[in-house]
């Protein structure tokens, strides 16, 4: 069905979750005097959306494991690839403030939004 076990997806979620409190932590120490106010908030919405769809990728691959389906296997993919469009571009949008980087943030929004109905989706139908 999948290349990937869904072991790996756990442990995927996991680490990107861990990388999440280290961001967390870095800017709440060691970014506060080098960025602006906005660059700050722009960093610490990256980090809180990196950590909601890391416990949602981690969630999904929990579940593949009991059940794995092709649309679980999407969610996953689909949560990653937010993480590195949505919080990818606002990390880097915060870091250089190049506003270019902000062109990305809604196809990352689009994947984590993707996400979600392919989770949902699974759960409707092993409901049915």
Same mark, same amino acid.
């Given at each position: 069905? /999948?290349?990937?076990?869904?072991?790996?997806?756990? %442990?995927?979620?996991?680490? @990107? *979750? =861990?990388?999440?409190?280290?961001?967390?932590?870095?800017?709440?120490?060691?970014?506060?005097?080098?960025?602006?106010?906005?660059?700050?908030?722009t960093?610490? /919405?990256?980090?809180?959306?990196?950590?909601?769809? %890391?416990?949602?990728?981690? @969630? *999904? =691959?929990?579940?593949?494991?009991?059940?794995?389906?092709?649309l679980?296997?999407?969610?996953?993919?689909?949560?990653?690839?937010?993480?590195?469009?949505?919080?990818?571009?606002?990390?880097?949008?915060?870091?250089?403030?190049?506003?270019?980087?902000? *062109?990305?943030?809604?196809?990352?929004?689009?994947?984590?939004?993707?996400?979600?109905?392919?989770?949902?989706?699974?759960?409707?139908?092993?409901?049915?």
């Open positions: 069905m /999948t290349g990937h076990l869904p072991e790996r997806w756990t %442990a995927a979620g996991a680490g @990107l *979750a =861990g990388l999440a409190v280290l961001a967390g932590a870095f800017g709440a120490h060691w970014l506060r005097d080098l960025m602006s106010d906005a660059a700050i908030a960093f610490e /919405t990256a980090v809180r959306y990196q950590m909601y769809h %890391a416990l949602a990728l981690t @969630l *999904a =691959g929990h579940r593949m494991s009991r059940r794995p389906t092709r679980l296997e999407w969610s996953c993919r689909l949560f990653v690839l937010g993480i590195i469009l949505f919080s990818g571009s606002l990390y880097l949008l915060a870091f250089t403030g190049t506003r270019a980087f902000g *062109a990305i943030t809604p196809l990352g929004g689009v994947a984590f939004l993707a996400g979600w109905c392919c989770f949902g989706l699974s759960a409707m139908r092993r409901a049915a």
